[in-house]
């Protein structure tokens, strides 16, 4: 089975703090994604990254940054956090790279965050 | 461009009936469709999808929809509901040809009464 993990199911953290939410995907796959969800708006793509170093917006990146190293992670990283950064954090991968569009996402269980 | 609207936020059944739920689409290209499903507290998990195969699609848990290119509709359905299904449920469109990312519809509650 894909398994997709994130670092923190729960975080608190404080306005102006820097925060990483790490993801892990164990199924070599190329994509991987970072959504928030919000309740009433559904999932909105933050970035999302094709292969090693590659990412591209979304379409609500202000205030997000990304990286990816290795092939297996993917990183969210909020600069200076703010309040209305509030929300569910989920990401996925799938497993080919750029182009492929009926391909399944996997997605890991989220993390909460709550900045104060 | 592509986008998809969930026409309901909400639907509430009783134990036993069937469920429907309903999603619109838009598209330049052909699409890709799929359902996800997210109990609370999880991630989601697709629940079928439709790539330009077979229009009626068949799903996990005895879900099934059915892409009709005529009303650019892929309505989820199932006919019995349990309740465990009760969960959010979202409806998503990707397109060759087009930016190929997924884009997810607000999402649907199902709420099952006993």
């Known amino acids: 089975d894909v398994k997709v993990t994130q670092s923190s199911r729960y975080l608190v953290k404080r306005t102006g703090e820097k925060v990483f939410l790490e993801c892990v995907q164990d199924m070599d796959h190329e994509n991987m994604f970072w959504y928030r969800q919000d309740p009433g708006l559904g999932l909105r793509l933050i970035y999302f990254?094709?292969?090693?170093?590659?990412?591209e917006k979304g379409d609500i990146p202000e205030g997000y940054s990304v990286s990816r190293e290795k092939k297996e992670r993917f990183s969210l990283i909020l600069e200076s956090a703010s309040t209305n950064q509030t929300s569910m954090y989920l990401c996925?991968?799938?497993?080919?790279?750029?182009?492929?569009?009926?391909?399944?996402?996997?997605f890991g269980p989220g993390t909460r965050l709550l900045v104060l | 461009a592509q986008s998809v609207t969930q026409l309901d936020s909400h639907v509430s059944v009783s134990e036993g009936t069937p469920v429907l739920l309903r999603c619109n689409y838009s598209?330049?290209?052909?699409?890709?469709l799929f359902w996800y499903v997210q109990h609370p507290n999880k991630g989601l998990q697709l629940l079928l999808k439709y790539t330009s195969a077979a229009t009626l699609v068949k799903g996990i848990n005895g879900f099934e929809a059915e892409f009709k290119k005529s009303e650019t509709s892929f309505h989820l359905t199932k006919p019995s509901a349990h309740m465990s299904d009760a969960a959010e449920y979202f409806c998503v469109v990707s397109e060759s040809g087009g930016s190929y990312i997924p884009t997810f519809g607000r999402g649907t509650s199902l709420i099952v009464h006993p």
């Open positions: 996925a991968s799938s497993p080919t790279g750029r182009g492929v569009m009926e391909e399944t996402q996997y």
């Open positions: 598209s330049s290209y052909s699409p890709s």
């Open positions: 990254s094709y292969d090693v170093k590659m990412k």
